[in-house]
T-cell receptor, first 115, second 110 residues
Framework: EAEVAQSPRYKITEKSQAVAFWCDPI?????LYWYRQILGQGPELLVQ????????DSQLPKDRFSAERLKGVDSTLKIQPAELGDSAMYLC?????????????FGAGTRLSVL | KNEVEQSPQNLTAQEGEFITINCSYS?????LHWLQQHPGGGIVSLFM???GKKKHGRLIATINIQEKHSSLHITASHPRDSAVYIC????????????FGEGTQLTVNP
């Protein structure tokens, strides 16, 4: 069964270092989402792509976070420099498109710990 | 006040019990999702509702659009049902942004 792939599963870094997460959506899915989930809270949307274009990045802290999906397939989320408050689970999801009836399929996530 | 509120935050049940998790929202929505998140982080979509009721196995989801309320029911609960259950709403009629509740931690003891 097709699934959303994320790597790494776990990342430990020191504050002020750069980190990057990778996501490969389900083949053929045009829409890709990056979420941040702080322990004990629901996921929060960071950025949404439709193909290679950013549709919504209103919640992305653009001073330190960046995301790209250059060929409209896989995507990278980067944090530079990492801060202690960035410790969270970073989830990637994909859906076939933007229509109301589309279900989002989630990856297993990358758990980031910033020391 | 969060746009999506779930109750209870934590729920402990004995195997076999009937379980209800509630979700209330304050915005107009086009769809509501129930998601299951297991330890380790992976999220699985259980239901997507825009009206009425859906059933899958031992899981039942209902939504009342007028009251802005949805419930997730688990019949004959089992320890493997232990997980965080998250309610998420798709606001309005445009775009695909989901707004998530904070989740309900369910523990089913044998």
């Amino acid at each position: 069964e097709a699934e959303v792939a994320q790597s790494p599963r776990y990342k430990i870094t020191e504050k002020s270092q750069a980190v990057a997460f990778w996501c490969d959506p389900i083949s053929g899915h045009a829409t890709l989402y990056w979420y941040r989930q702080i322990l004990g809270q629901g996921p929060e949307l960071l950025v949404q792509f439709q193909d290679e274009s950013v549709v919504d990045d209103s919640q992305l802290p653009k001073d330190r976070f960046s995301a790209e999906r250059l060929k409209g397939v896989d995507s990278t989320l980067k944090i530079q420099p990492a801060e202690l408050g960035d410790s969270a689970m970073y989830l990637c999801a994909s859906s076939p498109g933007l229509a109301v009836g589309q279900i989002q399929y989630f990856g297993a996530g990358t758990r980031l710990s910033v020391l | 006040k969060n746009e999506v509120e779930q109750s209870p935050q934590n729920l402990t049940a004995q195997e076999g019990e009937f379980i209800t998790i509630n979700c209330s929202y304050s915005v107009g929505i086009s769809a509501l999702h129930w998601l299951q998140q297991h330890p380790g982080g992976g999220i699985v979509s259980l239901f997507m509702l825009s009206s009425g009721k859906k059933k899958h196995g031992r899981l039942i989801a209902t939504i009342n659009i007028q009251e802005k309320h949805s419930s997730l029911h688990i019949t004959a609960s089992h320890p493997r049902d232990s997980a965080v259950y998250i309610c998420a709403v798709r606001e309005g009629t445009s775009g695909s942004r989901l707004t998530f509740g904070e989740g309900t931690q369910l523990t089913v003891n044998p």
